[in-house]
């Protein structure tokens, strides 16, 4: 027997769908037409003018994420780090679960991070940047787990904190998600060389000693054997 829905209803489930189910993605042409300049701007290394041109599109549609994220990059491209965090903070505050937007973040804070390293002479507030540029990467992968990317770049920020077995670890989870995926060979090779130019002396002789104190092991054991073979 077939189920016949009153008319009026279906009216009202439509309505319902397309106020409170449809993605809020229907930006005005105009804000759309500005957001693609500045990604010609951008995209030809012109950070200034793709900037405004994002702006642009901003102020015509506030909500508009991927503007704010792109104004991010922008900015983070150009050296005005502080200014790009914030654009990103509000990328990510309309959208919590662009994964894009998260990477870009953590890009940034690398960036800050190097800064209070490098030239403010600061660890504790760098190692701080450092520290939540690992989280924003972690933060991409828990949306988008096979996103590569994201895999990548929090391998490539381990590797800088000198977590080389946990960057090692990303690079392999970037290898098995994308085998093609550029000079991931490359990056896994340096944090391996890494790794073990900074292991302790002991740490790079144990395979050495663990095959030393087997064969003595085995020895003994041998020696013992023959001895209770003689006394039978």
């Avoid at 309505?15 to 409170?20: G, P, T």
């Avoid at 041109?53 to 994420?65: C, K, M, N, T």
């Avoid at 998260?102 to 660890?123: A, C, F, K, S, T």
């Avoid at 144990?206 to 054991?221: K, Q, R």
Wanted: contains cysteine.
């Amino acid at each position: 027997m077939s189920i016949r829905f009153p008319v009026h209803l279906s009216i009202i489930t439509i309505v319902f769908l397309l106020l409170f189910c449809t993605p809020a993605l229907a930006y005005s042409g105009d804000a759309t037409g500005w957001y693609a300049q500045g990604n010609a701007f951008l995209a030809s290394g012109n950070t200034s003018d793709a900037v405004a041109a994002y702006d642009q599109a901003i102020s015509l549609e506030p909500g508009y994420f991927d503007a704010w994220d792109a104004k991010a990059d922008a900015l983070n491209r150009d050296g005005r780090f502080s200014d790009a965090l914030d654009a990103s903070t509000r990328a990510v505050e309309i959208n919590p679960n662009y994964v894009q937007g998260w990477i870009n973040r953590g890009q940034i804070l690398y960036n800050l991070g190097y800064v209070y390293e490098d030239q403010m002479n600061d660890p504790a507030r760098a190692n701080e940047y450092y520290t939540q540029q690992v989280l924003a990467f972690e933060k991409a992968i828990a949306l988008d787990p096979a996103n590569a990317d994201a895999w990548f770049n929090k391998g490539y920020a381990l590797a800088g904190m000198k977590q080389y077995d946990e960057a090692i670890a990303a690079f392999d989870k970037v290898k098995e998600l994308n085998p093609d995926y550029p000079k991931i060979d490359k990056n896994r090779q340096i944090a391996r060389q890494l790794r073990d130019a900074t292991a302790p002396d002991y740490m790079k002789y144990t395979p050495v000693f663990v095959g030393i104190a087997a064969i003595i092991i085995g020895l003994v054991f041998w020696f013992v054997y023959l001895r209770e073979k003689e006394e039978e």
